[in-house]
């Protein structure tokens, strides 16, 4: 997997769909996922080195300002980032469960990478807008405390923004629970 991740947000679906080509023209990065959100607005999560992510992400912030909602990168992503993104996360042993919800993709990746990266959590599930009103969210997996330290860690860029909608901790789910999320 490649070192660093691109995340844009758009208020307009063709101006996202047009932004799929301007963000592989201007570097060499690969698209992840880039489709519609709910409510209607368009996402875009693109992969490459960090020069080229960065790269991409400027030429596409400069060119739509006006367009994007949110708008990320993340240097050094965590590995899990992408699978939890695919729901194909290997976790190992059920534990406390984390739960971050937002209004933006890239505020809920920003979350999930600052989380698992403060403490020694599994990422489980990345959920982007799609059929959720707009909202994200994602779950994390791991002891109490750490679940506890990785959410108030994962909070801060969406609560600084205003985009968080709220976040859960519970220390001991019931093995249902467990069966509904993984």
Do not use: W
């Not at 739509?64 to 190992?92: K, R």
């Amino acid at each position: 997997m490649e070192s660093s991740v691109g995340v844009v947000e758009f208020r307009s679906i063709a101006v996202g769909i047009s932004s799929v080509d301007v963000i592989v023209k201007a570097s060499n990065v690969s698209i992840v996922d880039a489709k519609t959100i709910c409510p209607g607005k368009y996402y875009i999560i693109f992969t490459g080195g960090a020069a080229d992510v960065e790269n991409s992400y400027k030429t596409i912030m400069s060119k739509n300002e006006d367009f994007i909602i949110d708008g990320c990168t993340i240097m050094n992503v965590y590995p899990q980032l992408l699978a939890a993104l695919t729901q194909t996360s290997d976790i190992s042993e059920l534990n406390a469960i984390g739960v971050i919800e937002t209004l933006t993709s890239p505020s809920i990746f920003i979350a999930a990478d600052s989380a698992v990266k403060a403490s020694d959590v599994d990422l489980v599930e990345i959920r982007v807008a799609r059929a959720l009103g707009g909202k994200n969210f994602c779950v994390i997996n791991g002891d109490i405390s750490s679940v506890k330290e990785s959410v108030m860690t994962g909070i801060q860029y969406a609560r600084g923004k205003d985009f968080l909608v709220d976040y859960q901790i519970i220390a001991s789910p019931h093995p249902d629970l467990y069966r509904a999320i993984l």
